[in-house]
């Protein structure tokens, strides 16, 4: 769903707008996400763009718009050899493991993954990301599908109404998504949400059978804490399934059950503010559904605690 570019700062600090032109095709909304190749990549764009002489009044807004990057860059931990140029910094990562896209000032080594900044247009193959996808519902690639918010992003919610740890069919996706948190962004918070139903075993009940349920799904290290949501008498319908995370969102509309190749579910990137709304909803002191306490927190060692 989402494709990480490797993006010259000299590129785009060129001019003002270039910068403009550029910042806008990206985004965890857009499909698209800005390596931060170097480390310090806003400050090396704001020196770039002071280079080319940009006027004060635009390397303010320059500088807001890079301020407020958080939903278009992404630190993936990336090494940067400082006695090397950028681009052939990009091109040993890009070896290592590829970009979609690397966006240079020039291409003067003729190489297909390398587009010029002059020649960046969104109907260029390079440039193509669709905002939604039909995904085989099988964990590894619906875990595939999400990997881009799971690698970058701080809070990580699995949204299941019908989520249910006694079916291996969820616990088989949860497993394959936490593996990629454990690889990539440990230190990531990552939650189930997920629906209260009379014929479902409540959190309390939970409790008690966690360290059996959750036996080698939450990799070493890792936690996952759980909550139970009813819905309120005349209040919204809990039915959607998403995978939320303050980076933005996806829309999963089959949900996180892994039935098998031979079925697709259809996924799409969510905007900017729905996701965010979406995530508010389930905030521990929401009240658009009612908290079913308690809110148990289980590790990768079976231990459990209520929180």
């Known amino acids: 769903m989402l494709f990480e570019y490797a993006v010259e700062p000299q590129a785009i600090g060129s001019s003002w707008q270039t910068f403009l032109y550029l910042i806008e095709k990206f985004g965890f909304d857009r499909g698209r996400l800005i390596s931060r190749l170097p480390g310090k990549w806003e400050k090396k764009v704001i020196q770039a763009a002071k280079e080319a002489g940009v006027p004060d009044i635009r390397m303010a807004s320059i500088v807001e718009r890079l301020r407020n990057a958080k939903l278009a860059v992404v630190d993936l931990n990336r090494p940067y050899d400082s006695e090397k140029s950028w681009i052939e910094n990009a091109l040993t990562e890009h070896g290592r493991a590829p970009f979609h896209a690397i966006i240079a000032r020039q291409n003067l080594g003729g190489n297909a993954v390398v587009l010029p900044v002059a020649d960046i247009d969104e109907n260029r193959p390079l440039m193509a990301a669709a905002q939604d ?13 999400l990997s881009g ?25 949860l497993r394959a998504c936490l593996a990629v948190v454990k690889t990539d962004n440990p230190g990531a918070a990552c939650e189930i949400h997920y629906r209260y139903h009379n014929n479902k075993p409540t959190n309390a009940e939970l409790e008690r059978e966690a360290a059996r349920l959750f036996n080698g799904v939450i990799p070493e290290g890792l936690a996952v804490s759980v909550y139970c949501w009813r819905e309120r008498n005349g209040g919204a319908d809990f039915h959607a399934r998403y995978l939320l995370t303050d980076r933005g969102g996806v829309g999963i509309d089959a949900g996180f059950s892994a039935e098998g190749g031979h079925q697709t579910t259809d996924m799409h990137l969510m905007g900017v503010m729905l996701s965010q709304v979406r995530l508010a909803a389930f905030s521990r002191d929401a009240t658009e559904f009612e908290l079913m306490e308690p809110v148990l927190e289980i590790r990768s060692d079976g231990s459990v605690r209520r929180i």
């Open 133 to 145: 996808r039909a995904v085989p519902r099988e964990s590894e690639s619906i875990a595939g599908a």
């Open 149 to 173: 918010f799971l690698r970058a992003s701080t809070r990580i919610l699995f949204v299941d109404p019908f989520f249910d740890p006694y079916n291996a069919r969820y616990k088989s996706t």
